[in-house]
């Protein structure tokens, strides 16, 4: 029998605000253990919660971006649990009445575009950090109470594959957005997957799973995977399964069961009125939203004539599209630069391991360095080189060209000399080259580019040394 998976994503992103959710203590990350605390956030006896506006606008933007209808009215939950990280002994949620509803976001996976839909999206609050050392359990209170934004898709996804196309998308729209950094690593952004199988062609629904502890995107494409062939396997064992959590090893590369799960229950929160937002607030985030990857890929590339690979390397962050669209400003030929910074640009980067934001070339020196290569007056080749010391100095081509005396030698009096010189040189190639042997001809060229140190115009020495040999 064939199976299909059913996979549901859970995501928890931390939204991007100078404070807490209720409270008015920073949310600066690294800070020493317990500094940033108050007794909002400590939940200390008689003290009382003020939602923090901007931690609303943030995830309205998110909800927007994500498609779903944002609802008027929604309200907080306390949902009640016993943990040591959670100091009231009760998380702040939206249960009953979440922000909202409805939204979806389109993946291309192998070129087919799929919707996956969202169910709903919410305001939470973040619990504390528990340390195991040396035998004992520490507990972190700084990250209690930092806002967060859960959202709920729908089991729509079918492929591991197909779970990090939606991550990959669902990051970029919050980021260009500005809602979150959205950084697995260090906790933005976390994601559990709810996964079961049904035979092919069915409704019926084996029972499901739930796997936590992912923290990247290729984590959570391995643990869907090893899910998928684990059930497949105790499937066709006809081993009776039971709802349950289980957790990512990455080490071993295989997922373990964890705690039994029983369900918290939900109290509305008597203390927070309910969040009543009117259309012209939220049509004012809506104004505020920058164009989204999806859509700016695809401007690009009937406004600028590239292929969809380049646009979608190009949209990948806003900050890299809003580059790109600098330089072609300033540069009219927009493939050319698409390749410098695919290429050159992102190698450098990367290798530093440093944002476009932190890039000492601008778009302005980028378009000069490509227009000294129009000229004749440096080679492609010897661009690339100029490039290098462009990005490690933040000087200006035409500078670095100046001090280090790089300048192709475009001067045919002083290039007929050392073509006349290589010929002199050379009187056996010469000899081959005259009984048909076309290859002579690249080594004499090659000899003249070592004499020049490689600063003599290709094009012109090739031209010459076929003029002196006929
Ligand atoms: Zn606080
Ligand atoms: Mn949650």
């Known amino acids: 029998m064939e199976y299909e998976a059913i996979i549901g994503l859970e995501i928890h992103v931390q939204s991007k605000t100078e404070s807490k959710m209720f409270c008015s203590c920073s949310t600066e990350f690294g800070a020493p253990p317990n500094s940033q605390v108050c007794p909002v956030c400590l939940g200390l006896p008689g003290a009382l919660p003020v939602l923090n506006e901007k931690v609303v606008e943030q995830a309205v933007k998110a909800a927007l971006v994500l498609n779903c209808d944002v609802l008027k009215v929604s309200s907080f939950d306390k949902k009640i649990y016993f943990y040591p990280d959670l100091p009231k002994g009760y998380q702040i949620s939206q249960y009953y009445q979440p922000l909202a509803k409805s939204g979806y976001v389109d993946i291309k996976v192998k070129n087919k575009r799929r919707r996956v839909r969202i169910r709903h999206l919410h305001m939470e609050e973040d619990v504390g950090k528990l340390i195991h050392q040396k035998g004992m359990s520490l507990v972190d209170f700084n990250r209690a109470s930092l806002p967060l934004i859960e959202i709920v898709a729908e089991p729509d996804i079918r492929s591991s594959e197909e779970a990090g196309e939606f991550l990959m998308c669902l990051r970029s729209n919050l980021r260009y957005a500005g809602v979150s950094e959205c950084n697995m690593e260090e906790g933005s952004l976390r994601c559990d997957a709810n996964v079961s199988l049904r035979p092919l062609g069915t409704r019926k629904l084996y029972t499901k799973t739930e796997v936590k502890n992912m923290n990247s995107f290729k984590h959570v494409m391995k643990a869907i995977e090893y899910e998928i062939k684990r059930q497949k396997r105790s499937v066709k064992k006809g081993e009776a399964a039971v709802l349950h959590t289980r957790c990512w090893d990455p080490e071993r590369g295989v997922t373990v069961p964890m705690r039994g799960k029983a369900p918290a229950p939900c109290i509305s929160h008597s203390d927070l009125g309910p969040v009543i937002l009117d259309e012209e607030f939220i049509a004012s985030l809506r104004s505020q939203l920058p164009e989204l990857p999806l859509d700016r890929s695809e401007r690009f590339i009937q406004q600028y004539g590239i292929p969809a690979s380049d646009a979608s390397i190009l949209t990948s962050s806003k900050e890299l599209a809003d580059y790109y669209e600098e330089c072609v400003k300033l540069y009219k030929k927009p493939k050319v630069i698409a390749n410098w910074i695919m290429s050159d640009l992102l190698r450098e980067l990367k290798e530093k391991d ?80 005259k009984k048909g042997k076309e290859k002579a001809l690249g080594y004499l060229v090659g000899q003249v580019m070592k004499e020049t140190k490689g600063r003599a115009n290709p094009k012109l020495v090739n031209k010459l040394l076929e003029k002196k040999l006929k």
């Open 354 to 433: 440093i944002g476009i934001r932190e890039c000492k070339v601008s778009p302005e020196h980028l378009a000069e360095m490509i227009t000294l290569i129009d000229k004749g007056s440096i080679s492609g080749k010897m661009a690339k080189d100029v490039f290098v010391e462009m990005f490690e100095t933040g000087e200006k081509a035409s500078q670095i060209v100046k001090e280090k005396g790089l300048a192709q030698i475009s001067d045919k009096e002083a290039l007929v000399k050392i073509v006349d010189k290589t010929l002199q040189e050379n009187p056996k190639v010469v000899e081959d080259y």
